[in-house]
T-cell receptor, first 114, second 115 residues
Framework: NAGVTQTPKFQVLKTGQSMTLQCAQD?????MSWYRQDPGMGLRLIHY???????DQGEVPNGYNVSRSTTEDFPLRLLSAAPSQTSVYFC?????????????FGSGTQLSVL | AQTVTQSQPEMSVQEAETVTLSCTYD???????LFWYKQPPSRQMILVIR??????QNATENRFSVNFQKAAKSFSLKISDSQLGDAAMYFC????????????FGPGTRLSVLP
């Protein structure tokens, strides 16, 4: 059982470049989300989805785009990378936002924007 | 908006001793869930314990227990018989109980375990 698979683990970008962070879960979870982790600030929600075709913004959505075409996949797109987007990114899923059992996390992506 | 505060950026404990990590939160909701997550140097996020606000009984998982004070909006984590493997960042987190969609995390407490 793979759980939440997040790729890549590390990435270096130049300012202005675009890229997609991939996230897939095989647990048939309804809820999926993306967080960024910065020192002293904990994890902050970027975007989330409560089902295929449904997405919404979190606390820090600017500069990021998401889509949810299938239950399994929830990619995060950086449209034009900026140094302020240097961070560790986590994808997380949960069975349902109506039960709030627990979040299952991917292993994280360390992103550096030069 | 809900907020979660962890007032101790760093803490240390001697191996085999007990340590308590503090967490306070702000919400106007009566139905919600609280969590403690552990993040070791591997970066993996691991659920330590979960508390449902409507349950008065404090949650316990082996050496980990919480002191949930709903009126004071306090949710502290006690680690008994500390082990070297407990060294990690610990995050307190909150989510609304009724169709909550946004987990709110505190800034974290870095715990060191001294041999």
């Amino acid at each position: 059982n793979a759980g939440v698979t997040q790729t890549p683990k590390f990435q270096v970008l130049k300012t202005g470049q675009s890229m997609t962070l991939q996230c897939a879960q095989d647990m048939n979870h309804e809820y999926m989300s993306w967080y960024r982790q910065d020192p002293g600030m904990g994890l902050r929600l970027i975007h989330y989805s409560v089902g295929a075709g449904i997405t919404d913004q979190g606390e820090v959505p600017n500069g990021y785009n998401v889509s949810r075409s299938t239950t399994e996949d929830f990619p995060l797109r950086l449209l034009s990378a900026a140094p302020s987007q240097t961070s560790v990114y986590f994808c997380a899923s949960m069975y349902s936002h109506t039960t709030n059992e627990k979040l299952f996390f991917g292993s994280g992506t360390q992103l550096s924007v030069l | 908006a809900q907020t979660v505060t962890q007032s101790q950026p760093e803490m240390s404990v001697q191996e085999a001793e007990t340590v308590t990590l503090s967490c306070t939160y702000d919400t106007s909701e009566s139905d919600y869930y609280l969590f403690w997550y552990k993040q070791p140097p591997s970066r993996q996020m691991i659920l330590v314990i979960r508390q449902e606000a409507y349950k008065q009984q404090n949650a316990t998982e082996n050496r980990f227990s919480v002191n949930f004070q709903k009126a004071a909006k306090s949710f502290s984590l006690k680690i008994s018989d500390s082990q070297l493997g407990d060294a990690a960042m610990y995050f307190c987190a909150y989510i609304d109980g009724r169709y909550g969609q946004n987990f709110v995390f505190g800034p974290g407490t870095r715990l060191s375990v001294l041999p």
